[in-house]
């Protein structure tokens, strides 16, 4: 698929640009969105229907400001907060 525009002299192109761009993404989007449904239907469960059974563990991970949860330093940083 190809798109082009032609904009009047002094037209606002950034703005061009990003609509553009907006246009392209939405497409892809759908786009996207049906490849899958199609290529991936048997893998794919209707909104609403029994969840599939649980075949991975989960654990719990922490959250910031309990123990055993912290964030490791970043060498060489510069900057604003370093």
């Known amino acids: 698929m190809t798109r082009q525009a032609t904009l009047p002299r ?17 497409d892809m989007n759908v786009e996207l969105e ?3 449904r199609r290529a991936l239907r048997g893998w794919l469960q209707e909104a609403g229907a029994a969840p599939a059974p649980a075949a991975v563990e989960r654990e719990d991970l922490g959250a910031p400001g309990r123990a055993g949860w912290a964030v ?10 370093s």
């Not at 330093?73 to 900057?79: A, E, I, K």
């Open 10 to 26: 002094g037209a606002d192109l950034p703005g061009a640009l990003y609509g553009m761009t907006r246009a392209m993404l939405d």
């Open 34 to 36: 049906f490849q899958a």
């Open 72 to 81: 490791p330093p970043v060498q060489g940083r510069t900057g604003p907060g």
